[in-house]
């Protein structure tokens, strides 16, 4: 069963920056998504950032302009560039990866992220 990995998380002051990464620890055919999502204590799961196959990507309105996801589909990693971090970002971080034939739906075991002075 493949399964991926997160990386990257930790603790940055406000303003600060961090870099998530995401690899699957085996191949995974015709990827069609690719996506970050997060969780904050007492809140439901939200989506982050979503790119396609096509290149096309998604963001949340709270991080527009802030955070820039890329990915590489033929080695199934991606990433998630976070700058101008608030305390709001503070959650765990899930990537999650999409195939389309066979479809599977793959999730990461998480990383926090705290945003604090």
């Known amino acids: 069963q493949v399964q991926l990995v997160e990386s990257g998380g930790g603790l940055v002051q406000p303003g600060g920056s961090l870099r998530l990464s995401c690899a699957a620890s085996?191949?995974?055919?015709?990827?069609?998504?690719m996506g970050w999502y997060r969780q904050a204590p007492g809140k439901q799961r939200e989506t982050v950032a979503t790119?396609?196959?096509?290149?096309?990507?998604n963001y949340a309105d709270s991080v527009k302009g802030r955070f820039s996801i890329s990915g590489d589909n033929a080695k199934a990693t991606v990433y998630l560039q976070m700058n101008s971090l608030e305390p709001e970002d503070t959650a765990v971080y899930y990537c999650?990866?999409?195939?389309?034939?066979?479809?599977?739906?793959?999730w990461g075991q998480g990383t926090q992220v705290n945003v604090s002075s």
């Open positions: 999650n990866v999409q195939s389309s034939w066979p479809f599977n739906d793959y």
């Open positions: 085996g191949s995974i055919l015709n990827i069609y998504r």
């Open positions: 790119i396609t196959r096509g290149r096309t990507t």
